[in-house]
T-cell receptor
Framework: DGGITQSPKYLFRKEGQNVTLSCEQN?????MYWYRQDPGQGLRLIYY???????QKGDIAEGYSVSREKKESFPLTVTSAQKNPTAFYLC????????????FGPGTRLTVT | AQKVTQAQTEISVVEKEDVTLDCVYE???????LFWYKQPPSGELVFLIR??????QNEISGRYSWNFQKSTSSFNFTITASQVVDSAVYFC???????????????FGKGTHLIIQP
């Protein structure tokens, strides 16, 4: 089945540690995105990538980093510089000719204590 | 940024009632796309509908219907004869240009939490 995989579903970390969230897609989509969701805040864009080896900052990129070495994969690292990392993180992808049509993964809920 | 506003933070109705979720958008564009997504408790966003600005016809899909009004910049979503399984957070979104690289993407409203009570 084609789709987007995010693992794990729940992730717990101690403050001060970096943590990497996985996102894999087998839809052959060129573009991929990372969003953060906080209660009552909707989805906010962290980073996006339109093509392999290229990515751009979104609205709230501070404290996060990404890489796009393969078309299928777009991992997100939450660094210790991120002040409030506890949130629900959603990955999405879209095809080249309809980049506004985004397909979402199941999300990872990160809790940092 | 051109905003998408969902003024209703939470709506609670009893099963079988009809319910309308409001969405108001800002735009300076002649052509644009609008979307609705559903987020059930599992967390994954499920695509419901895409509407382009050329087409002002209202859309119906089973118990779901959408009312697109360019004159008021609104794209409201109605669920008829609501069911408990409709309980979810619903997001309205519009096509946008990201400020970082100018690529096309989506800007989301803050969502409306819909609770259908049995």
């Amino acid at each position: 089945d084609g789709g987007i995989t995010q693992s794990p579903k729940y992730l717990f970390r101690k403050e001060g540690q970096n943590v990497t969230l996985s996102c894999e897609q087998n839809l052959n989509h060129d573009a991929m995105y990372w969003y953060r969701q906080d209660p009552g805040q909707g989805l906010r864009l962290i980073y996006y990538s339109q093509i392999v080896n290229d990515f751009q900052k979104g609205d709230i990129a501070e404290g996060y980093s990404v890489s796009r070495e393969k078309k299928e994969s777009f991992p997100l690292t939450v660094t210790s510089a991120q002040k409030n990392p506890t949130a629900f993180y959603l990955c999405a992808s879209s095809p080249r000719d309809r980049v506004y049509e985004q397909y979402f993964g199941p999300g990872t809920r990160l809790t940092v204590t | 940024a051109q905003k998408v506003t969902q003024a209703q933070t939470e709506i609670s109705v009893v099963e079988k009632e009809d319910v309308t979720l409001d969405c108001v958008y800002e735009t300076r564009d002649t052509t644009y796309y609008l979307f609705w997504y559903k987020q059930p408790p599992s967390g994954e966003l499920v695509f419901l509908i895409r509407r382009n600005s050329f087409d002002e016809q209202n859309e119906i899909s089973g118990r779901y219907s959408w009312n697109f009004q360019k004159s008021t910049s609104s794209f409201n979503f109605t669920i008829t004869a609501s069911q408990v399984v409709d309980s979810a957070v619903y997001f309205c979104a519009r096509r946008t240009k990201y400020s970082g690289g100018g690529a096309d993407g989506l800007t989301f409203g803050k969502g409306t939490h819909l609770i259908i009570q049995p």
